[in-house]
């Protein structure tokens, strides 16, 4: 089993991603989300589900261990392929899963294309006890800090491969944390997060 890949990105589609990992060219299908983030020649970690058939083996990635998770979650429900699992994470964060799933509310499933209205069903409540509940609203702004410079930082963070709302969630930590000094300072903040992060979390080269 495949289960982890870092390399250098070779090409990157509208859905789908090629790694070079160790002079070998790895083609892995990826939400939108995480094709628009790949750049050719930049390094890449996706945790990945091979899923093998008779005529093919495939390979699917992703930014987090909670995706891949929540992926092999939605493999179970019966009707859910691995296109429709992949779809499923590319429309909605794991928080909206989760909370679609807790409210036992089928409607946003159905609007994930190559799902209809019994899978959407069969999604909510099939997963019932088996996702972690959503997680609460981030808490507001730490004052002193300006909305765009929060706002700033936390593309800068998600631009270096962290989904957006880890990214959101660590830059108010670091805020909250930070000196009067830092705090007036983007590129302060942006290394005080990116030192709480550290290298290894989201997969990506800092």
């Known amino acids: 089993m495949i289960s982890f890949l870092r390399g250098a990105v070779l090409h990157a589609g509208l859905d789908s991603v090629v790694l070079d990992v160790g002079g070998v060219g790895f083609s892995v299908a990826v939400t939108p989300e995480v094709a628009r983030r790949a750049r050719a020649g930049e390094e890449l970690a996706l945790h990945t589900h091979l899923i093998v058939r008779e005529d093919a083996l495939s390979l699917f990635g992703f930014a987090t261990r909670a995706e891949l998770d929540v992926f092999g979650i939605l493999l179970g429900v019966s009707g859910v392929g691995?296109?429709?699992?992949?779809?499923?994470?590319?429309?909605?964060?794991?928080?909206?899963?989760?909370?679609?799933?807790?409210?036992?509310?089928?409607?946003?499933?159905?609007?994930?294309?190559?799902?209809?209205p019994k899978t959407a069903k069969l999604i909510a409540v099939q997963l019932q006890g088996k996702l972690a509940p959503p997680q609460a609203a981030p808490a507001a702004s730490p004052a002193g800090i300006a909305a765009d410079v929060l706002a700033q930082v936390t593309q800068a963070v998600a631009g270096l491969g962290w989904p957006e709302r880890v990214a959101s969630?660590?830059?108010?930590?670091?805020?909250?944390?930070?000196?009067?000094?830092?705090?007036?300072?983007?590129?302060a903040l942006l290394r005080l997060t990116l030192a709480a992060l550290g290298p290894a979390n989201g997969g990506a080269r800092v």
């Open 82 to 116: 691995p296109k429709s699992a992949l779809g499923v994470l590319g429309a909605m964060s794991i928080d909206q899963i989760a909370e679609a799933v807790q409210l036992e509310d089928d409607k946003p499933f159905r609007k994930v294309s190559g799902i209809g």
């Open 169 to 187: 969630e660590a830059v108010a930590a670091a805020a909250e944390s930070a000196s009067e000094a830092d705090r007036a300072s983007m590129q």
